[in-house]
């Protein structure tokens, strides 16, 4: 029989990860509130930053990032992308790592699957499942 392997992505996070995430996300987040990255994009635009993934070696941090409203997404994301070194380099200062991890940016989609599933709620026929008493059958 064939084993399967294990893959990093089937692993929950360990605490470690979990830490410098947050620890990451915090340095953005007052980056992002004290207007440290110059960039018309990023200091015209409220930014949120959800989350932080770190890989299982700590050399890889994912950055979800999501503009106030969803709006203007694409030009959010090549602003980070444009400032990256900056932003590794600052992330380094705030986080004290052996490595610097390096960064890249992605949409948070959380917010579209949550209202995605909040108009599938507010359907018609769900509507009447839910309302259905329990008791009949």
Known sequence: MAQRKSHASDKAPSQRQLRVGELIRHAMAEMLTRGDIHDPVLEGTLITVPEVRM????????IYVMPLGGKGLEGVLEAFNRNKKFLRAEIAHHVNLKFAPDIRFLADERFGEAERIEKLLRTPAVRRDLERDPDES
């Open 55 to 62: 890989t299982a070696d700590l050399r890889l941090a994912t």
